[in-house]
């Protein structure tokens, strides 16, 4: 091989071989990163359904952010992780994750009213105070599927605290909730859900036998 042959050939490998090398490295750096900053969870029960499945042969499993600056900036509608207050005096390995809707966050004043429409259906209603001092709301547009719903959910005009988050399961008939043990503190959440990966088989409240999908993403509203 002559000199400008050489010199054609290292001209073109080189990137090549460099290029490779750095996706390898981000790809091994991305493996690296969700592996340590992210945890995982797995669905348990019907509560979230039909949004997330809970079956222990066929259970939805995913990531949460556990980070101070996940939970903070959380927003309506966010799915997140989180223990309820009456764990809060037992050690940490043996409280129960739940996994539930953020519905309303801190210094939010709402109601949910059980009405009926013109067709003569009844079905909850979620109001969003816009200003504390005045009657004015606007109706809250529910991010789920709500079909399923039949039971008279109401609750009384509240405002959150600074440090109050309101949560629910998908499915409000079947859901131990904040409509059962009312707002959770800011200290009781554990994560935000950035995604939701596949389906698993839980044994002995471990993943196993992973089947990854399209993963879902749940995104929140500002309003």
Known sequence: MNTNSQK?????????????????????????????????????GESMHPTLSGDVDDADYGKYDGHAS???????????????????TIPENQKTLKI???????????EIIY?????????????????????????????????????????PKTTLTNTQYFVAGDNWDRSLDSFD???LEYTDLVGVVTKVEGKCRVVDKKITDKRPYA?????????
């Open 70 to 88: 996940a939970i903070k900036n959380v927003k309506r509608f966010q799915i997140v992780t989180a223990h309820f207050p009456n764990e809060r």
């Open 8 to 44: 054609s050939y290292k001209f073109f490998l080189y990137p090549v071989i460099y290029l490779l090398l750095t996706i390898g490295v981000c790809v091994f750096a991305q493996i690296i990163f969700s592996a340590n900053y992210y945890s995982n969870f797995y669905v348990s």
């Open 181 to 183: 043990v009312g707002p």
């Open 100 to 110: 539930k809707r953020l519905l309303f966050k801190p210094g939010d004043t709402f």
């Open 115 to 155: 009405t009926q429409d013109s067709n003569g259906y009844y079905h909850n209603e979620m109001h969003l105070f816009l200003d504390n001092k005045s009657s004015d709301y606007r109706i809250v547009d529910f991010p789920f599927d709500t079909s399923h719903i039949k039971e008279d959910h109401s609750y």
């Open 215 to 223: 993963p879902k993403i749940f995104n929140g509203v500002d309003y």
